[in-house]
T-cell receptor
Framework: QKEVEQDPGPLSVPEGAIVSLNCTYS??????FMWYRQYSRKGPELLMY????GNKEDGRFTAQVDKSSKYISLFIRDSQPSDSATYLC??????????FGAGTILRVKS | NAGVTQTPKFRILKIGQSMTLQCTQD?????MYWYRQDPGMGLKLIYY???????DKGEVPNGYNVSRSTTEDFPLRLELAAPSQTSVYFC??????????????FGPGTRLTVL
């Protein structure tokens, strides 16, 4: 079983839709949870960062962590064509290296 | 700030050839990393360094070598290239936080094909 599982998609939605991206994980030591966005032929860039369980909101983006279910989500409201990218979840324990999911390809159609 | 820069952007190698992927950061970050990204496989850590003169293996180090003589530079060496090393290589850097995990900043990547 992989430490981090992420549906690779692709996920195709119309402009304005609410998008839900998800990851599950098996290592209960993970405490830090991140979402990276990667545009085509570019390096990943940090989008959201949360510690332990709970929600965090930043503009149209909301990150949720449910440690009891070992499940994290990223919600994108009012999705735009510029949101089309690959979204990678990443997580780590205290002081440990990041473990990445495989990435979900998102396409927002105008 | 240029951030993390990588050269070359693209390279085609023949089996058995060797090459060095260059990575430089101008953010004075202590930590630097090399990852490879294969389609549908996410990012796999090859090697990392916590400071000049200190390197350690990641998840997939076989076939690669690194050195860290300065804070800014972290080159990745491929010896005897194999088709299995065809991938996109990303360098990243971070400044260690006082607690918890650190935020990594990525370079634009090097696309390597081994034929």
């Amino acid at each position: 079983q992989k430490e981090v599982e992420q549906d690779p998609g692709p996920l195709s939605v119309p402009e304005g839709a609410i998008v839900s991206l998800n990851c599950t994980y098996s290592n209960s030591a993970f405490q830090y949870f991140m979402w990276y966005r990667q545009y085509s032929r570019k390096g990943p860039e940090l989008l959201m960062y949360t510690y332990s369980s709970g929600n965090k909101e930043d503009g149209r983006f909301t990150a949720q962590v449910d440690k009891s279910s070992k499940y994290i989500s990223l919600f994108i409201r009012d999705s735009q064509p510029s949101d089309s990218a690959t979204y990678l979840c990443a997580m780590s324990g205290y002081g440990n290296k990041l473990v990445f999911g495989a990435g979900t390809i998102l396409r927002v159609k105008s | 700030n240029a951030g993390v820069t990588q050269t070359p952007k693209f390279r085609i190698l023949k089996i058995g050839q060797s090459m060095t992927l260059q990575c430089t950061q101008d953010m004075n970050h202590n930590y630097m990393y090399w990852y490879r990204q294969d389609p549908g496989m996410g990012l796999k850590l090859i090697y990392y360094s916590v400071g000049a003169g200190i390197t350690d293996k990641g998840e997939v180090p076989n076939g690669y070598n690194v050195s860290r003589s300065t804070t800014e530079d972290f080159p990745l060496r491929l010896e005897l290239a194999a088709p299995s090393q065809t991938s996109v290589y990303f360098c990243a850097s971070s400044y260690p936080s006082t607690g918890g995990t650190d935020t990594q900043y990525f370079g634009p990547g090097t696309r390597l094909t081994v034929l």
